[in-house]
């Protein structure tokens, strides 16, 4: 098993950023893919982006393309998204997910969920 651990979330303006950070424990790393989701109140779980397990290859969710950055430090075992240009729709817990096979998209394909992170942004 891998235990996942994110921080970084917090309050903040709208057009503002935060690093999120996913700290991983247990296995080894890089044999995971990994990938962020997002839950706001009343929805359901959204895609927000994914990183193959060397780092080479990323896919972002629409709603956050070119805003968002998804990387890993594997010697860290360690995986961020940097997110820029905040915008109040993007309030949400954020929860970082590992996979142990292919990469994706659906949650329903993560194997390990972290707790969750709150970010806030006003408006």
């Known amino acids: 098993q891998v235990q996942l651990v994110e921080s970084g979330g917090g309050l903040v303006q709208a057009g503002g950023s935060l690093r999120l950070s996913c700290a991983a424990s247990?296995?080894?790393?890089?044999?995971?893919?990994m990938g962020w989701f997002r839950q706001a109140p009343g929805k359901e779980r959204e895609f927000v982006a994914t990183?193959?397990?060397?780092?080479?290859?990323?896919y972002y969710g629409d709603s956050v393309k070119d805003r968002f950055t998804i990387s890993r430090d594997n010697t860290k075992s360690t995986v961020y998204l940097q997110m820029n240009s905040l915008k109040p729709e993007d309030t949400a817990v954020y929860y970082c997910?590992?996979?142990?096979?292919?990469?994706?998209?659906?949650?329903?394909?993560?194997?390990?969920w972290g707790q969750g992170t709150q970010v806030t942004v006003s408006s």
């Open positions: 247990g296995r080894t790393f890089i044999n995971y893919a």
């Open positions: 997910a590992a996979r142990t096979h292919g990469t994706g998209t659906s949650s329903a394909e993560y194997d390990y």
């Open positions: 990183i193959n397990r060397v780092g080479s290859w990323t």
